[in-house]
C-alpha cells in the first residue's frame, strides 16, 4: 500500500451485479505461466442468484477493493481429494446445495494497491459469521502454497507446511490461513492445474464452526445456559429420615423455584441420621447410617421427577456386596434414571475411624442439559480424575464436600480453581456448615460453597462466578453459559486442553471399574 493512500471508511457488503464493472478492472489473477482467469459477468449473476449472502465485496471509499466468493456443497464432495474444477462443476456452480453442510470458498481476493491493511481478514471473519449464522459444519477451499516453487528440490509438500507452520518459512497464502484459524486438513495435487507456483499442489484448509449443531430428531436443543444451585448444609440434629427429607424437600422447592437445572447437596449430608447409633463404635455407627442410603436414593428419584430438577445428592455409605464400606452418592434426573458416582480417594480419617474402601469408578455423565462429572470432596485434590473426565468432554463439575477445618476447605476450594482452569470447565462445590456435637467423627464443619470458571476475558477476572457467605446455611444461584467454555477452547487467551504435550506425557485410565 502506497503511504500517501488516505482511507476515510471501509465495509463489506454483499456483491451486487451493479458492482461488476469495478470488480472486473480490478481482479485478475495471474499465474506464474503467463495465463490469467477472471469471473464473467454470467458467472456472477448466477452466484448472486443462487447464493447472495456469500458473495461479498470490500469497498474502500466507494471503490471495490476487495472480493470473496463462496458455495455451500455436501461435506461428502470435499472430505478428500478434489480439484477445483470438480467442487466448482467446472465453474457452473452446479455443486452449491442449500441444503449442504460446508461453506466452500471459492475465490478471495485484495486489490493490489490495497493489501496490509487486514481487508482480507475482514471478509473470513464475515464468512466465520456467516458460517454460524447458517449452521454450517465448517469453512473449507483450496489454499495455494505460492512460495512452494523455492523449495520443491529440497522438501515435500508435507515438510513445507510444517515449516510455514512453525514460521520457518514464509508463504503469502498459507501464513495468512494459518493466523487465521485455519488447519491444513491434507495436501492435494492438480488441484489448480495452471498454478506453477505452487507446483501443482494446494492445502486442503478447513475452520470448524465450534457452535455447529447436527441436525436431530429433538424438538428441543439442548440448554447453552445452565442454572445450577447450591445447598449450603446447616447439620442439625433430626430424629428420623422424614425429619431429614422434610429440610431436604425444602431446598429441593426452593431452587426448583428458580427453574435451576441442577441442584447439589454435600458430602454426608445424612450424618446427623447417625445418632441413633452413638452407643455403637465408629465403624458400626457409619455401617448403622448406611442401611439409609437405598432408601435415601429412592426418595431424591421421586423428588428429581416431581420437582423436574436433576439432584446430585452428594455423598453417603453404602456396603457393597463385596462387604466394603465405600462412600458414593448419585445422580438422580428428572426424567426419572440414576446413576451412581463414587469417592475414589478416601481421606486418612476415613479409613482411620470409618474403614472405608476407595471407589474404583471414574466416569462422567450425559444430562439433559450438560456432560457432567462429580468428584467427592478429596477426590477433586487428584488432578488426574477431572482430567480423565475433560478427555471424556465434561462441561460442569460437581464436588459434594465435607470439611472441619478452614486449612482443609482452603485445599478444597483452591483445588478446584485449579481443576476449572487446567479442564477448561465450570466447577460448583457444595458443603456443610454447622456442628453435631453428639455425632461421631463429625464434631464441626467449615464451608462457602460456590461457582467457579476459567480465568480468561469472558469470566470473572478471580475466576469465581459466585460464592455463599461462609459457614451460614443457605442457597446458591448461579448461571453459567456452556457457550463460553465452547469459544474458550477454540479462542481462548491459553488453550490448557489443547496445549497439551500429549508427545510427552499422558493420563490414562488403568482399569475399568467393575460392571
Not at 425444602?250 to 446427623?272: C, G, H, K, R, T
Not at 477454540?490 to 486442553?497: D, I, R
Request: hydrophobic fraction near 35%.
Amino acid at each position: 500500500m502506497e503511504d500517501s493512500l488516505k482511507i476515510n471508511k471501509v465495509m463489506i457488503r454483499n456483491l451486487q451485479m451493479e458492482d461488476y464493472e469495478q470488480l472486473s478492472q480490478s481482479f485478475k489473477r495471474v499465474y506464474s505461466d503467463g495465463s490469467d482467469v477472471f469471473w464473467t459477468r454470467a458467472q456472477i449473476k448466477k452466484l448472486i442468484d443462487i447464493f447472495p449472502e456469500g458473495q461479498i465485496v470490500t469497498v474502500v471509499d466507494d471503490k471495490i477493493v476487495g472480493c470473496a466468493l463462496s458455495l455451500i456443497v455436501d461435506y461428502n464432495l470435499v472430505k478428500n481429494d478434489h480439484t477445483y474444477a470438480q467442487v466448482t462443476g467446472n465453474e457452473t456452480f452446479s455443486t452449491h446445495n442449500p441444503k449442504g453442510n460446508i461453506l466452500y470458498g471459492i475465490e478471495v481476493f485484495v486489490h493490489p494497491e490495497y493489501r496490509g491493511l487486514r481487508l482480507a481478514r475482514r471478509m473470513y471473519e464475515y464468512r466465520k459469521d456467516l458460517c454460524e449464522t447458517l449452521n454450517l459444519k465448517a469453512i473449507m477451499f483450496g489454499g495455494r502454497i505460492p512460495n512452494y516453487h523455492k523449495y520443491a528440490d529440497k522438501m515435500r509438500p508435507r515438510e513445507y507446511i510444517n515449516k510455514v507452520r512453525q514460521k520457518e518459512i514464509f508463504d503469502p497464502v498459507l501464513t495468512f490461513q494459518l493466523s487465521n484459524d485455519f488447519h491444513v486438513r491434507k495436501v492435494m495435487r492438480n488441484y489448480l492445474p495452471n498454478d506453477e507456483e505452487s507446483k501443482h499442489f494446494a492445502c486442503l484448509l478447513q475452520w470448524d464452526n465450534i457452535y455447529y449443531q447436527a441436525p436431530s430428531q429433538d424438538f428441543v436443543n439442548k440448554k447453552t445456559t445452565v442454572r445450577v444451585g447450591l445447598v449450603q448444609w446447616q447439620m442439625r440434629s433430626y430424629r428420623t429420615i422424614d425429619d431429614l427429607f422434610e429440610q431436604v424437600e425444602f431446598f429441593v422447592d426452593a431452587v426448583s423455584n428458580y427453574q435451576s437445572d441442577f441442584i447439589l447437596f454435600p458430602e454426608y449430608f445424612n450424618a446427623p441420621l447417625m445418632a441413633r447409633f452413638n452407643d455403637e463404635s465408629e465403624s458400626e455407627a457409619i455401617r448403622g447410617l448406611a442401611q439409609y442410603t437405598e432408601e435415601i436414593r429412592e426418595r431424591f428419584i421421586k423428588l428429581a421427577i416431581s420437582y423436574n430438577i436433576n439432584i446430585i445428592t452428594g455423598s453417603m455409605p453404602t456396603v457393597k456386596s463385596d462387604g466394603g464400606l465405600y462412600n458414593v452418592g448419585f445422580l438422580c434426573r428428572r426424567d426419572g434414571s440414576y446413576e451412581m458416582y463414587e469417592k475414589i480417594h478416601v481421606t486418612p480419617d476415613e479409613i482411620k475411624s470409618w474403614g472405608l474402601c476407595g471407589g474404583n469408578m471414574i466416569k462422567t455423565f450425559d444430562t439433559d442439559c450438560a456432560k457432567i462429572g462429580v468428584l467427592i470432596c478429596y477426590d477433586v485434590e487428584f488432578p488426574e480424575l477431572s482430567r480423565l473426565m475433560a478427555d471424556e468432554g465434561m462441561q460442569i463439575l460437581f464436588v459434594p464436600f465435607l470439611t472441619d477445618t478452614q486449612n482443609a476447605y482452603s485445599r478444597v476450594r483452591v483445588c478446584a480453581h485449579a481443576r476449572a482452569i487446567e479442564n477448561e470447565c465450570f466447577v460448583v462445590i457444595a458443603g456443610s456448615v454447622g456442628n453435631l456435637p453428639r455425632v461421631h467423627n463429625m464434631d464441626i464443619q467449615y464451608a462457602q460453597s460456590g461457582v467457579f470458571t476459567p480465568c480468561d476475558f469472558a469470566f470473572p477476572t478471580d475466576g469465581t462466578r459466585a460464592e455463599a457467605t461462609p459457614n451460614t446455611e443457605m442457597i446458591l444461584v448461579s448461571d453459567v453459559d456452556l457457550d463460553l467454555l465452547s469459544h474458550l477452547h477454540a479462542y481462548g487467551s491459553v488453550k490448557n486442553l489443547k496445549d497439551r504435550r500429549n508427545d510427552l506425557y499422558e493420563v490414562r485410565l488403568k482399569k475399568k471399574a467393575d460392571d
